[in-house]
Structures are given as structure tokens and as C-alpha cells.
């Protein structure tokens, strides 16, 4: 039988540092990828075809390809590509934040493209601009459904960090790792780990059945 023995895995320092990095992490990737997502979300409403092009290009490469890859591409083969090196900091963030941009975009052309045409009809009818019909009458109605699928990808981008180890970046699961190899104690260390991401990601999870919930009503 095994006995469990937390007190090998009693780094606070490490766990505390660990948990900076992961929440760090989290909130830009899920900020930016989200910045991302509008941007080119209202760009990909032009009529402009090589750029709607370029969008649908980056979102299906990124939304197609595992996140792991696109974090090692980033470290390991770009800088044998363009000759800038980048470190395991900055290519680990560039990663996560794109991978979150490309799953944005889609969800904020998704949201647009959820109103019902009579509403693009009846702006025009009324001589709107596009800005003006974007601000007043379109975007507030999307937003609302953008809500719930931005808040369950962000619990997603929070669960992705996870892949950070692979570059050696200090989060919650390198960290594991590391006290896991000098104690010999991987059950206490990733149960741990496990439990932290719980902690974190279920009043998020019940946020987003909340609003989903009050989207359906």
C-alpha cells in the first residue's frame, strides 16, 4: 500500500513562485489573445479578400496544430529560421498568446455573424454608417454571446499553461517536475498540482455556466 507523504513536497517558496508564473501567464496570453481576437475579428468584416485570406490563414494554423508544437516551433525553430533567438520566456508567450488570438477571432467573427440579418438591414434603412451600425446596434447584441465561449477558452488558456515545462519555463508543472525528480514523490507533487487548477479553474467554470445560463433566458 502507498502511503502519502505531503511533507516531501512542502516548498512554499517554489509553489508561490510557481503559481506566479502560471497566473502571469495566464491573464496576458488570455488579454492579448483576446486584443487579438477583436482586431482581427473586425478586420476579417471587410470586404478586403487577401486579408480575409491572411486571418482564415493564422486561425486555422493555429486552431489545427497542437499548442505544444507551436510553443517548440516558436523556441526551436524560429530563431533557425529568421536568425533572432528568441528565450523560453518570451517564445512560450508568443505561443499561448497566438493559440488564444486564433480560438478569439473565430469566436468574435462567430458572435457578429450571430445577428440576424434584419438587424444589418434595419441599420442600414436607418443610414447608418458600418461603424456606427458596428457600435450601436451589432456589437453590444454579439458581445453578449461572445461572453460564455471567451470565458471557457480562457479556462482552456488557463490549463494550457501547463505546457510551459517543455521550454523550461518555472510554472506549476515544471516546478512539479523538479520536486518530483529530487524527492521521488510524483503522486504527492502532481495531485498537488492538480489540486491548485481546481482551485483555480472551478469558480471560473461555474461562472461560465452561470452565463451561459442567463445567455439561454
Known amino acids: 500500500m502507498y502511503e502519502f507523504d505531503w511533507s516531501a513536497i512542502y516548498r512554499p517558496e517554489m509553489w508561490l513562485n510557481a503559481?506566479?508564473?502560471?497566473a502571469?501567464?495566464?491573464?496576458?496570453s488570455v488579454i492579448g489573445g483576446i486584443l487579438i481576437g477583436v482586431v482581427l475579428g473586425i478586420a476579417q468584416l471587410s470586404n478586403l479578400r487577401l486579408m480575409n485570406w491572411l486571418i482564415g490563414g493564422y486561425v486555422q494554423i493555429f486552431r489545427c496544430t497542437p499548442l505544444l508544437v507551436q510553443i517548440v516551433w516558436f523556441f526551436y525553430a524560429l530563431p533557425m529560421l529568421t536568425g533572432v533567438s528568441l528565450s523560453s520566456w518570451f517564445a512560450a508567450g508568443l505561443g499561448l498568446t497566438l493559440y488564444m488570438g486564433a480560438f478569439a477571432t473565430e469566436i468574435f467573427r462567430a458572435g457578429?455573424?450571430?445577428i440576424d440579418r434584419g438587424q444589418?438591414?434595419?441599420s442600414m434603412a436607418l443610414g447608418m454608417s458600418k461603424s456606427q451600425m458596428l457600435a450601436h446596434i451589432i456589437l453590444p447584441q454579439a458581445a453578449r454571446r461572445m461572453v460564455p465561449p471567451l470565458v471557457s477558452q480562457s479556462v482552456i488558456q488557463v490549463k494550457n499553461t501547463s505546457l510551459l515545462y517543455v521550454v523550461a519555463v518555472p510554472d506549476l508543472m515544471y516546478t512539479s517536475s523538479l520536486i518530483t525528480s529530487s524527492t521521488y514523490r510524483p503522486l504527492e507533487s502532481y495531485t498537488f498540482v492538480a489540486v491548485i487548477y481546481f482551485v483555480i479553474l472551478y469558480p471560473i467554470t461555474f461562472l461560465s455556466k452561470r452565463l451561459e445560463s442567463r445567455d439561454d433566458k
Open 19 to 22: 503559481l506566479a508564473v502560471t
Open 24 to 28: 502571469g501567464y495566464s491573464v496576458v
Open 112 to 114: 457578429v455573424m450571430s
Open 120 to 122: 444589418w438591414q434595419a
